[in-house]
């Protein structure tokens, strides 16, 4: 059986690999058809509106994640709490933290959910 942990990591290491790449649509592939996202920016349901929020994004945007804490919700749902460094070339780094749902469809685990908080 996989970790919570490695459920996480295998879609966030696919998610930061298509930011730093700047593929947004790459990132929105990585969301179900029904997900709730949130960015910093108003928010949007579905792959077309992550794409279009990262496609807004700043060429050079990285970001490093920490997960701080995983819950199984059901057999096919995960939930992650972390912390997000996005990096700029321009500006200076912005921490925050981060709320993920991932969810097992046919063809492998997806976001269903991504809300994005300033804290500090």
Request: charged share 20%; aromatic share 10%; proline share 5%.
């Amino acid at each position: 059986m996989t970790t919570e942990t490695e459920i996480l990591r295998s879609v966030l290491d696919q998610w930061k690999s298509a930011v730093d790449a700047h593929e947004p649509e790459r990132v929105g592939a990585l969301f179900t058809e029904d997900a709730i996202f949130q960015g910093l920016h108003p928010y949007s349901v579905g792959p077309a509106g992550v794409a279009t929020y990262y496609a807004a994004q700043p060429l050079g945007m990285s970001p490093a994640y920490e997960i701080r804490e995983t819950r199984r919700l059901a057999d096919d749902t995960v939930l992650g709490y972390l912390s997000v460094d996005f990096s700029f070339v321009d500006r200076p780094t912005l921490n925050l933290s981060l709320c993920v749902i991932v969810r097992r469809t046919a063809d492998d685990w997806r976001i269903a959910h991504y809300q994005v908080s300033k804290l500090s």
